[in-house]
């Protein structure tokens, strides 16, 4: 079974930029959507963005588009998640996820995915 591990994580300053990555490993990779998600404490989990199974659009929530970016290498089975302009409120922990089926869409619920990650802890200080 595939599984996927969550790396970058940190704290940093308000405006400022942290890279995560997502490795899988064990199982396909290439032809999943594959997703990130956020989890504040006290709150539910959020979708954040995602890439699709083609790599060739990627799709934001509103609350992070035009800070966040979504990259993945299917060579190196990796997905990363750009985030600039950092601010308090993306304080949480990010998790990676890969769809549920292969060739399918992308989702924006956790229902989804599948093989989701340990997470990683962001912390944005003001």
């Known amino acids: 079974q595939v599984q996927m591990v969550e790396s970058g994580g940190g704290l940093v300053q308000a405006g400022g930029s942290l890279r995560l990555s997502c490795a899988a490993s064990?199982?396909?990779?290439?032809?999943?959507?594959m997703g990130w998600f956020r989890q504040a404490p006290g709150k539910e989990r959020e979708f954040v963005g995602a890439?699709?199974?083609?790599?060739?659009?990627?799709f934001y929530a509103d609350s992070v588009k035009g800070r966040f970016t979504i990259s993945a290498d299917n060579a190196k089975n990796t997905v990363n998640l750009q985030m600039n302009s950092l601010k308090p409120d993306d304080t949480a922990v990010y998790y990676c996820?890969?769809?549920?089926?292969?060739?399918?869409?992308?989702?924006?619920?956790?229902?989804?995915?599948?093989?989701w990650g340990q997470g990683t802890q962001v912390t944005v200080s003001s």
């Open positions: 996820a890969r769809g549920l089926r292969p060739f399918a869409n992308y989702g924006t619920s956790q229902d989804s995915y599948d093989s």
């Open positions: 890439i699709t199974w083609r790599r060739g659009r990627t």
């Open positions: 064990g199982g396909t990779f290439s032809n999943y959507a």
